[in-house]
């Protein structure tokens, strides 16, 4: 594939999942949790966790995206701003990955690491790297961050 193409399929994808995001119906009766989500500073990929999105809308939960290319301070000042009960965040990039360890150290020199529960996910991201950076929880995909966002929730 090359990558005009590769684009293009990523913006019908992007406009796709919106579309779909949209037609979500607000379940306020059901609200489980608020959940912040970005991909990290330096990582324009975003597809897997519109994905991810579009799966925790659909199950009830109120989702911030942020989109993609965030700084960790906006990370940490929005989930503050809208009271997060779990921070997520993405990274398709091998060299962007290190960003959710930076999240870590800084919620927890913020004192906020108690705070705030933190999932990670992405390609290149395993359930080894979640562990040695602290983070609470790896999702393999958009179905496993659901059903470890409800296991986060209920512990």
């Not at 324009?44 to 966790?49: A, E, N, P, T, W």
């Not at 930076?102 to 990670?120: C, G, M, N, P, S």
């Not at 359930?127 to 999702?139: F, H, L, P, Q, T």
Request: proline residues 2%.
């Amino acid at each position: 594939m090359f990558l005009p193409e590769l684009v293009q399929a990523a913006n019908v994808m992007r406009a796709a999942t919106e579309i779909v995001n949209e037609a979500i119906p607000e379940q306020a009766d059901k609200k489980r949790g608020v959940i912040l989500i970005g991909t990290v500073k330096g990582d324009v990929h975003d597809i897997g966790k519109c994905i991810v999105v579009s799966f925790l809308k659909a199950n009830g939960f109120t989702v911030h995206d942020l989109g993609r290319d965030v700084a960790i301070e906006v990370i940490i000042e929005k989930a503050k701003e809208v009271n997060a009960d779990i921070i997520g965040t993405s990274a398709l990039l091998t060299t962007t990955m290190v960003q959710q360890k930076y999240l870590e150290e800084e919620l927890k020199k913020a004192d906020l690491r108690d705070r705030f529960k933190t999932i990670v996910g992405g390609a290149p991201v395993t359930a080894r790297w979640a562990a040695k950076i602290g983070a609470d929880a790896y999702a393999e995909d958009a179905q496993d961050a659901v059903k470890k966002i409800n296991e986060l929730l209920q512990s």
